[in-house]
């Protein structure tokens, strides 16, 4: 983290790594449950994992928490580039509690310019679970959002034939039958819904099921119209995962997965993971095995389309005020 030639870093000030910290919060996470904790000390900004938010049924190895935390951890770089800083990350850096994740310097060597439309980026990202329009998303431009995923040291493969994608809608299903006879998981995840408070999701942004498709739903009955609740034949779908199936990959495909979605949501594409199928680890085994053609372990499907243009904007998610996830 060395300056130009005789030029010393700048480093942020408090009031800057606050609004960072605010605009890293409104990154993506597992049943909006934010299972982060970032802590200001000496300098150096620290982000934890705060596991009393993990979901223990459905996430006992805490996967999907800790890819919460690294699209977290990359909304921070991001807003600090877009806001004209610089960031120096230390993933999983020894010496700290279990928790720890990663340590990140913000400063600067020059001025730069801040980005306005970056900013509001950030902002209008979401997780539309509206049915996608019929016209899949071409080829080249499913490559071009897995070719970011790359410098993070994460794998992105697109499932694009229709044997594969179908083979992925039968495990998916397979995957949701499981789950069904799992009161643990249903439980759980009822707990996250329409919690009326800073977490969690809103009815209005759950599928709207038909009574005999309730089951098949993921989530209890909400009231958002128009839904699909498998994977249908237009939609595109993305693997992401790594090498290795533990905390440093989960941390990195998260940053990939922030990465994604917002390069996604500037071309006017909509992003709705769809973890399921990688929670049951029978049918994640499955995946790697008959459905990937390159070899890695996936953490993450998502799927990709487009929203019909016009379409009524929908409620945000909340996010927890700053004071109960940021310590100083
Ligand atoms: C690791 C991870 C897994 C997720 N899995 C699902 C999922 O299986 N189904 C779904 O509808 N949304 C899923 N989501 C989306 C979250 O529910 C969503 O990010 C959260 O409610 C916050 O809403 P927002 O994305 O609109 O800000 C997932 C998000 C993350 C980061």
Do not use: K
Not at 12 to 27: D, G, K, N, Q, T
Request: charged fraction near 25%; aromatic fraction near 6%; include cysteine.
């Amino acid at each position: 983290m060395s300056g130009r030639l005789g030029t010393r870093p700048e480093q942020a000030p408090p009031a800057v790594i606050e609004r960072l910290v605010s605009l890293a919060c409104l990154a993506p996470s597992v049943h909006n449950t934010q299972p982060w904790r970032w802590r200001y000390d000496a300098g150096a900004l620290e982000l934890c994992a705060d596991l009393t938010r993990r979901l223990p049924a459905e996430d006992p190895r805490g996967r999907n928490l800790t890819i919460s935390c690294g699209a977290a951890l990359h909304h921070l770089q991001f807003a600090a580039r877009a806001l004209g800083w610089e960031t120096s990350v230390a993933p999983l850096p020894a010496g700290g509690p279990d928790t720890l994740l990663a340590r990140v310097a913000v400063f600067r060597t020059v001025r730069h310019g801040v980005a306005r439309g970056d900013i509001d980026l950030l902002r209008s990202r979401c997780t539309d679970r509206r049915r996608f329009t019929a016209w899949p998303v071409p080829a080249d431009r499913l490559d071009d959002l897995c070719d970011r995923a790359g410098p993070w040291g994460v794998h992105a493969e697109p499932v694009t034939t229709d044997a594969a994608r179908f083979r992925l809608e039968l495990l998916a299903n397979r995957a949701l039958s499981f789950l069904e006879v799992e009161g643990r998981r249903l439980l759980e995840q009822d707990r996250w819904i329409d919690r009326d408070g800073p977490d969690g999701i809103p009815l209005e942004l759950l599928p709207d099921a038909p009574e005999p498709l309730h089951a098949r739903s993921r989530f209890r009955t909400g009231v958002l119209e128009d839904t699909r609740l498998v994977i249908h034949s237009g939609d595109r779908v993305i693997a992401l995962g790594g090498a290795r199936d533990d905390v440093g990959s989960w941390l990195r495909t998260g940053e990939a997965l922030s990465d994604l979605w917002l390069e996604a949501t500037r071309a006017g594409m909509s992003v709705i993971p769809m973890s399921q199928p990688i929670e049951v680890e029978s049918t994640r085994h499955e995946i790697a095995r008959t459905v990937l053609t390159s070899r890695f372990e996936p953490h993450v499907l998502v799927r990709v389309g487009w929203q019909a243009i016009g379409r009524r904007d929908l409620p945000r998610t909340p996010r927890r005020p700053l004071h109960d996830v940021f310590l100083r």
